[in-house]
């Protein structure tokens, strides 16, 4: 009897599902021709281009936010030729308003009754850098508590919270503004120090999944952000022209949670935890990939070491170099294009973003030529990171001092800038992928450390600038700029050459826990057949073998 009900109740099991198989079959078999990897190297692209939209937008939104305190302003200026071009409006076409809300005082020209979308806030140029600069102090000192929450926690909560948190803020950026200047700053900083979490996280994830030869490829995921980039200001332009400034930050904010849906549903921290992976690409993996690294999650984080590594402190001052001169063009570049060519918003948009939006294709060749020369041992993989930091650094620095001394000739200075920016991205084949390179199981907190040192360029390159520009129109300060931007970035580039090397570091490798080791040991002794020893029969070790 209870073999009899045994069987209805197999029966029945088998009976169920039988219409499903067919559906998870297929669905199935339309998953397996996606490997892992390739997902996995879409939400690092698209990861990174989001935090990018979301960490530059304001930097645009600024623009329709501030009322500019020399809009009435006359002067020399050798601009105004273009404003003056501008037609009249006749009295009676528009209304002229002068609203106050909150900390806002803004003049605004309109077609009707003004809206909350058109106000603009007084806050004078301290204030504006404030804001723009507050992203970044919170940004260096959350690196190292990235790499460490990795180590703990996993890319997958990491970097995803970190997103979640980023977008949450751009949402609530607009009411902020409406309250105070001080609680936009209180949200930028929040998104710095999330945003500072990310890169730790992701470089973490690359050793447990991307075998060696495909390393360099995959970090070309990472140049996301230059797609990010150069469409957070066309976008951001059209946007405020059409909706207001206010619909800025509400785009990107609902972008960036949308993004962290399709992460939780498909991002895993390594290839044995993800559900759908095949079984072929699993042992692809698992056979490429060393043993020490997939034993190394979890594992303590030799600071002591990484601190006093030379290679380490190689990176980390060469990158300083590679980020000072992108950053002389990602924020002084617009004011460059703005004040010595004369370009309008629009212009100046597409302009400054476009040499980004190029830059990503760049990154791609550069990676792919790089895991080629490596797998074809052309060049050594020590050889092939320098050569590849070289051209991320060299090139941009001294295609840089040219665009300082050609000074007004519009068409060449625009074509040296896409070259020098397209080179730039030559550093995620180089200086930015040795990190894995020289410590697989601890890129995250090596990144961290790395990261801490070289995103000093990123506030330190503007406060330089403004130092050096008290005229923003006088092009032989501005020739001083690119001229300091040239010998940062090559001088950095040479301390990487005489220190750099793709060689695994010796503490990279998780310590033995000595009790665990002691009782192998303990049972290693056991296990050994025991030896009689005659009584009078000596060994000496230190005897000389005559034979």
């Not at 067919?22 to 989001?50: E, H, N, Q, T």
């Not at 207001?244 to 949308?258: A, E, P």
């Not at 995250?444 to 990123?458: D, R």
Request: aromatic share 14%; proline share 5%.
């Amino acid at each position: 009897m209870g073999r009899n009900s045994l069987r209805m109740d197999e029966k029945e099991v088998n009976f169920l599902p039988k219409p499903k198989i067919p559906k998870v079959g297929c669905f199935r078999a339309v998953c397996d021709r996606i490997p892992a990897r390739l997902v996995l190297y879409f939400l690092s692209w698209s990861g990174f281009l989001v935090s990018f939209v979301m960490r530059n937008d304001i930097n645009f939104a600024l623009v329709a936010m501030v009322q500019d305190p020399s809009a009435n302003a006359t002067g020399s200026d050798h601009c105004n030729t273009l404003v003056n071009d501008m037609p009249s409006l006749e009295e009676g076409d528009n209304y002229n308003y002068t609203l106050s809300v909150a900390n806002a005082t803004t003049t605004v020209l309109l077609d009707g009754p003004a809206s909350i979308d058109d106000i603009k806030f007084d806050w004078d140029s301290t204030v504006q850098a404030v804001i723009k600069s507050s992203f970044y102090w919170c940004y260096v000192l959350s690196q190292v508590v990235g790499g460490v929450a990795t180590q703990y926690f996993g890319t997958k909560n990491v970097f995803g919270w970190s997103q979640f948190l980023t977008a949450a803020c751009s949402l609530l950026i607009p009411h902020a503004a409406d309250l105070h200047y001080g609680a936009v700053i209180l949200l930028r900083s929040v998104q710095g120090f999330a945003s500072g979490l990310t890169w730790p996280a992701m470089y973490a994830i690359v050793g447990y999944w991307i075998p060696p030869v495909e390393r360099s490829r995959f970090m070309s995921s990472f140049q996301g952000f230059s797609i990010g980039i150069g469409l957070t200001y066309p976008l951001c332009g059209f946007i405020i022209a059409h909706f207001g400034w206010r619909q800025v930050f509400y785009t990107t904010g609902t972008i960036g949670m949308v993004w962290c849906v399709f992460w939780y549903l498909l991002a895993y921290n390594t290839p044995q935890e993800h559900p759908r992976i095949t079984p072929e690409e699993l042992e692809y993996i698992e056979l490429n990939v060393s043993e020490d690294i997939k034993n190394g999650q979890g594992m303590r984080v030799p600071w002591r070491r990484i601190f006093t590594s030379m290679p380490v402190w190689a990176i980390g001052l060469t990158t300083f170099g590679r980020i000072w001169v992108h950053y002389t063009f990602i924020m002084s570049g617009p004011e460059y294009m703005q004040k010595i060519f004369c370009f309008d918003i629009q212009q100046n948009g597409l302009l400054s973003g476009a040499p980004f939006l190029c830059s990503y294709l760049s990154s791609v060749l550069f990676c792919y030529v790089a895991d080629l020369l490596m797998d074809n041992k052309t060049l050594t993989l020590t050889n092939v990171r320098k050569l590849f930091t070289a051209l991320s650094q060299i090139v941009p620095g001294v295609l840089v001092l040219l665009v300082g001394y050609l000074g007004y000739q519009i068409v060449t200075v625009l074509i040296l800038w896409f070259i020098a920016v397209t080179f730039i991205t030559a550093s995620y084949a180089g200086a930015m992928a040795n990190i894995v390179d020289i410590a697989p199981n601890l890129a995250g907190p090596v990144l961290a450390f790395a990261q801490t040192i070289h995103m000093t360029a990123s506030f330190l390159q503007p406060l330089v600038t403004g130092f050096m520009v008290t005229d923003s129109q006088n092009i032989n300060q501005w020739l001083h700029v690119f001229g300091v931007s040239s010998v940062v970035a090559i001088s950095t580039y040479l301390i990487y050459q005489v220190f750099g090397t793709a060689e695994i570091q010796s503490w990279n490798y998780p310590v033995p826990d000595p009790e665990v080791t002691s009782s192998d040991d303990s049972a290693v002794i056991a296990n050994q057949p025991m030896i009689k020893v005659e009584p009078g029969l000596k060994f000496d070790d230190d005897e000389d073998d005559d034979d």
